[in-house]
């Protein structure tokens, strides 16, 4: 149900490492614009994608050098949110107002299966903006009743906090996993 929902166009959420996130594919302007409106979130802020492994992404990115590539990858699979340079024909609903987009490959079962047949999604937290991300089912219904063409049931993957950002092109943390 998730991928069909994914792939007419819908908006889906579904447990991640630390807290249901609200997801789309994200070619589908549509989709994406739904969940800007569900969180109340700007456009130029950007969105992270989620993806099953690298070679998701390489459409998304440029890895500029074989450090940077071994940085990265070596938190991946996993719960390491990385921002690195954006190709060019990467839209701008996803870049925001940068040249970058955050990208991971998750190392959460239901993030990878939902990834290895969709391809890689929208990730962001489901809540609107300024109140604390849903972590349950009852409470993404709470936030978006209806608003959503389908909810994956599932356990979360036991994180505290929310996953880490950090810049590709230098390691530093941009956004701490709290």
């Not at 969180?39 to 950007?46: A, M, P, T």
């Not at 490959?105 to 939902?114: F, G, K």
Request: charged share 20%.
């Amino acid at each position: 149900m998730a991928i069909r929902a994914l792939q007419a166009g819908g908006v889906i959420a579904y447990p991640t490492e630390a807290v249901y996130g609200l997801g789309c594919l994200p070619h589908c302007w549509p989709a994406v614009l739904r969940i800007l409106e569900l969180k109340y979130r700007s456009i130029r802020k950007g969105l992270i994608l989620v993806a099953s492994s690298l070679e998701q992404l390489l459409p998304y990115i440029v890895i500029p050098d074989e450090g940077i590539r071994d940085r990265v990858i070596s938190t991946w699979p996993g719960p390491v949110t990385w921002v690195l340079p954006a190709r060019p024909a990467v839209p701008a609903w996803i870049r925001g107002d940068h040249e970058s987009v955050a990208v991971r490959v998750s190392n959460h079962e239901i993030v990878m299966s939902l990834c290895a047949e969709a391809g890689p999604l929208v990730s962001t937290s489901a809540n609107p903006s300024l109140l604390p991300p849903a972590r349950s089912i009852l409470k993404v219904r709470q936030y978006f009743d209806g608003e959503l063409d389908y909810i994956v049931p599932g356990e979360l993957g036991g994180l505290a906090h929310t996953t880490p950002i950090r810049d590709g092109l230098t390691g530093k943390i941009l956004r701490s996993g709290g």
